[in-house]
Each structure stands twice: as C-alpha cells, then as structure tokens.
C-alpha cells in the first residue's frame, strides 16, 4: 500500500505528532524550546511575506507613517511654542511709566522706595534718554525722530516683584495704579492667561488629532491583516484541523502587524525630522529679523522610540482584532 503523503501548509511551524502529547509527557525544556522555535519562524516568515509584496507593504506603512506624523509634528510644533513663550508666561514684571512731570531725581527716588518693599525682588529705572536710544534702534526711525524737539518719551521703571503664589492681582498692582507719580501701569497678566489659553487648546487639539489618527491606523492594520487572512484561509483550516491552536495561527498575523508599525512608527520619525530641516532656517531667520534668541529644536530618542514603540502597539492590536474575529467565525466544525 503506498504511503500517504503529509498534508503540505505554509504556516511554518504548525504542530507534528510530538507536540500533540500531553504536557505531562513533555519536558519543560522542550516546551519552551518548541515555543521559541514557533515564535522565530512566525517572526522570520511574517516579514518574508511583507518583502514579497512590496507596492501592498509600501501603501499600509506610507498611510500609517502619514497618519502618526501628523500628531507628531503637532507635538514638536507645540513644544517649541512652550519654550519660545516660556519667558512671557514667567513674566511677572510690572512696567511703572511715570508722568512726564517727574524728574530723574524723583524716578530714582521712587525706584528706591520700591526695591526697598517686602514684596518686590527688584527694580529698574529706564531714563528718558535710554528709552529715546533703544527706540531709535528697533524702530528704524531714527532719521524722523531728529526732528523731534524734546525728548517726549518718560522715565520708566520695570519692578520684579517676589514670585506669586495666585493667580490674582497683587496688591502692589493697585497701590502703583493710584499713585499720583504714575501715568500707567502695563501688567501682562491677561496676556499670560491668553497664551495659556491658546497652548492649552493646542495641547487639548493634538491629544484628539492622536486619537482619532491612532484610531485609523488601527483601522488600516487591521483591513490589510483581515485581507491577508481571506487569501490564506484554506491553509488556515488545515491547520485548524491538524489541531493548532487559534494562538498558533494568529501568530504570524500579529508579528504582520507589529512590523506594519514598526515601518509605520520609523517612517513618522523620518518624516517629522525631514520637515524640521526644512523649515529651521526659514524660521530662524524670520525669528532673528525679530532679534528674538529662539533654538528650535525638535524630539529626542525618547519620544521618537515612544512613537515607533506606540505604532507598533498599534499594529498588532489591530492584527489582534481582526484575527481572532476572523478566526472564531470561521472556526471549523470537526
């Protein structure tokens, strides 16, 4: 009598005769031997299976690369906004313009009486002269201001306050408001709030973008894994009836996934410090037209492996999704 032939599958690594025993009957060592073995191939031939479909491996990592760069580079965008405001947010000065009335000799009288306060870590008195001087150099209109007869600018003085504790007014505020010296008083406290306003809704804006665009990454891994089980489901119900387990046959499945993110995670990365590049020169050259000291700088190793180790995540709980309903619905009847 001829001998029959082994039923032949591509899912590399399914159970033999040996490994159907009980467990008993097996040795730990063997087990864990058996289990690694399992995990290797799964791993070596699921990224095989991604090579030899490139144009269908390019268009999933290209979509979920675009879809992770996105939030990305909101993130770094904010990021750099943080620390380019993070001066003006810490800002607690008080600008105290004097009437036109006071002398020097009374502004700098009235300096020391405020740097003598509990309640102010220090002042500064700008003369009229220093001001004339340091508007000629940042306006550029030094030439219509030599027509000027007087100089009609105050005398100012910038008073640091000790660090406050609230969010409200302090007292010194309305105390230099309703001095009869003073002709007004500039506080940035409502800018301050407008700025954390506006980073708080970018920051509220980005965590959504993610969600949503993790949400359709999932969604892309698991349409290109689902399309994957449907050309292979004959294989799969072979070896669902050589009694492999739902766990064996998700396996390769999962580590399709994984190398989707993976792929996806690293393209985001290149992608987000290819524009960077792009515009840091543009930017630094408009931010030194400002004469402003701004250092863009983008994420480090950190986030970017957060990102990559994030897609990957993703990529296999969509693979995760999709196998095992596809699996449970077409679990054959034996």
Not at 26 to 55: E, K, M, N, V
Not at 92 to 105: A, C, H, W
Request: a positive charge; one cysteine or more; proline letters at 4%.
């Amino acid at each position: 009598m001829a001998r029959s032939r082994k039923p032949s599958n591509r899912l590399r690594g399914a159970p033999v005769a040996n490994q159907s025993l009980p467990r008993e009957r097996r040795s730990l060592g063997a087990r864990w031997s058996a289990w690694t073995r399992q995990h290797r191939q799964s791993f070596q031939a699921s990224l095989r299976r991604l090579l030899i479909r490139p144009w269908s491996t390019a268009l999933t990592v290209l979509v979920m690369g675009i879809a992770l760069a996105l939030p990305l580079l909101l993130f770094v965008m904010l990021d750099n906004a943080r620390s380019l405001s993070g001066g003006l947010r810490e800002a607690r000065d008080f600008t105290v313009f004097l009437k036109t009335s006071q002398s020097i000799e009374a502004a700098q009288k009235f300096s020391e009486e405020l740097g003598k306060r509990a309640d102010v870590a220090a002042t500064s008195l700008r003369t009229p002269e220093q001001g004339l001087t340091e508007f000629r150099q940042l306006s550029g209109f030094s030439e219509a201001l030599d027509v000027l007869e007087d100089n009609p600018l105050p005398s100012v003085i910038v008073v640091t306050p000790q660090r406050l504790e609230s969010t409200l007014e302090p007292p010194l505020l309305a105390e230099l408001r309703s001095d009869p010296r003073v002709d007004m008083v500039q506080y940035d406290a409502e800018w301050r709030k407008r700025l954390s306003a506006i980073l708080g809704f970018g920051e509220r804006a980005m965590l959504s973008l993610t969600v949503l665009l993790g949400l359709a990454t999932l969604l892309v891994v698991g349409n290109t894994v689902r399309m994957d089980i449907q050309t292979r489901g004959e294989e799969i119900a072979v070896v669902q009836l050589m009694g492999a387990s739902d766990g064996f046959v998700r396996r390769p499945f999962l580590y399709a996934g994984l190398w989707y993110g993976v792929l996806g995670g690293i393209l985001a990365v290149l992608a987000v410090g290819i524009v960077e590049l792009v515009v840091r020169a543009p930017l630094l050259d408009l931010m030194a037209s400002y004469q402003n000291r701004f250092s863009l700088h983008g994420f480090g190793w950190c986030v970017a492996m957060m990102v990559i180790s994030a897609s990957a995540l993703l990529g296999w709980l969509g693979a995760w999704i999709v196998s095992t309903r596809h699996l449970f619905a077409g679990r054959p009847q034996r």
